[in-house]
């Protein structure tokens, strides 16, 4: 009896315990409300800016010499360390002076005659004269003993000439260099024969100090400053002297600044941009010619201008945004027009007013007209664990 009701009772248990079981698996549990997203929030201000304009560029000695032979001759001694410092008046080089010497030497003779035969043209005039006056000799000797002594005397300046030529190519043959700068390798040799022209370059001698720094504007760029400029958004220093700060490739800033001194006065039909050049203090020679280096133009002031962080700006498909608080605190969305970088901030041209409140950090996470919990911004130098802990004591909860 009691197997035949096991065998009724089992089914029906087994069937009610799989139906709670259905029931169960039916029932989801309620998800927890979603929180609201941190933000920090700023207020967008105006206020007059400086910027500074960077440009890539290039350095270059203020003034570069070559150092050429100017007689023809051998070269006797180099007397300078190639790419070494060198003073202005300093010998670099001597050529073999004795032709030179020999040649003066004969140039010296040759007037020593001419001035002897003007002394007696000179004698001779001074006796025919006043015979002639008296009518004692004929005025043909008279002529003859004027023109003479005019002979004499050109032949005397010639020769002087001739002397003056020969010192000045005896002078030559000491090769100095005629300002202070850096030597460059010696292209010629000791023992080389060495002639005037484009075959007597001997070394060159650059001035570093100062020293100009060169860099190039693009059409496009000189367009853009003219029309902020016109339409008061870009302010130029006066007579646009601008303050020129060059930062070395490994992010050095020299300590000497210098200012524009040459603009060229046309486009290069090769590249399209224009020449600026400033000239810099280099009393160190930190700086070398052909150096590639960042200049910075500073001067420029934007009136009025509207910074925000870059964080607090989101891309979209088509523009630039940020999440502006309404009067009711709920975040929309605004469309901006963004201008040039400054630092980690960015230039807003058009969709801001000033006093108006914006989300800065968690933009990415707002949704129109969404809760908010706005949060105190840590200071810049908190520690990034530091930060976060801060966060979480202002939303209420622990990290």
């Not at 025919?128 to 003993?145: F, I």
């Not at 050095?252 to 600044?257: E, G, L, S, Y």
């Not at 523009?319 to 969305?333: D, I, M, R, T, Y």
């Amino acid at each position: 009896m009691n197997a035949v009701r096991q065998l009724f009772i089992l089914p029906i248990v087994t069937l009610a315990g799989g139906l709670v079981l259905l029931a169960g698996c039916g029932k989801e549990p309620a998800s927890p409300a979603r929180q609201p997203p941190d933000v920090t929030v700023m207020t967008v201000t105006a206020r007059n800016t400086p910027v500074t304009f960077e440009f890539v560029a290039q350095t270059q000695s203020s003034r570069e010499v070559e150092i050429r032979a100017r007689v023809a001759g051998f070269l006797e001694k180099r007397l300078y360390t190639e790419g070494d410092l060198v003073k202005a008046g300093q010998t670099l080089f001597q050529m073999d002076r004795k032709p030179f010497e020999a040649s003066l030497l004969s140039a010296q003779g040759q007037l020593a005659q001419q001035q002897a035969r003007w002394e007696v043209a000179k004698s001779t005039l001074a006796r025919v004269r006043p015979l002639a006056a008296q009518n004692a000799v004929s005025k043909m000797d008279l002529d003859n003993a004027v023109g003479d002594e005019r002979q004499t005397r050109a032949a005397v300046l010639a020769a002087e000439g001739t002397v003056r030529t020969e010192q000045l190519n005896l002078s030559y043959t000491t090769i100095s260099s005629p300002l202070t700068g850096l030597s460059s390798f010696a292209k010629k040799q000791e023992g080389s024969y060495v002639t005037p022209g484009e075959s007597g370059l001997l070394t060159t001698v650059s001035q570093m100090d100062p020293i100009y720094v060169n860099f190039s504007l693009s059409e496009n760029e000189t367009l853009k400053y003219r029309d902020e400029v016109a339409a008061g958004h870009l302010i130029f220093p006066p007579r646009s002297e601008f303050v020129v700060e060059v930062v070395l490739a490994d992010g050095t800033v020299v300590p000497d600044r210098g200012r524009l001194n040459f603009a060229a006065p046309s486009y290069s039909q090769e590249t399209g941009t224009f020449l600026v050049r400033a000239v810099i203090a280099n009393p160190a020679s930190l700086l070398r010619p052909g150096q590639f280096v960042r200049a910075r133009a500073i001067g420029a002031t934007r009136p009025n201008a509207i910074l925000v962080p870059q964080k607090a700006v989101l891309e979209g498909s088509k523009s630039h945004f940020v999440w502006v608080l309404n009067a009711e605190g709920k975040p929309e969305q605004r469309v901006v027009e963004v201008g040039d970088w400054h630092g980690d901030d960015w230039f807003i041209t058009k969709g801001l007013q000033a006093g108006e409140r914006i989300v800065v950090d968690g933009a990415i996470r707002v949704t129109p007209g969404g809760p908010l919990n706005i949060i105190s911004p840590p200071p810049p130098d908190v520690a990034p664990a530091t930060k976060a802990a801060m966060a979480a004591q202002n939303s209420g909860h622990s990290p």
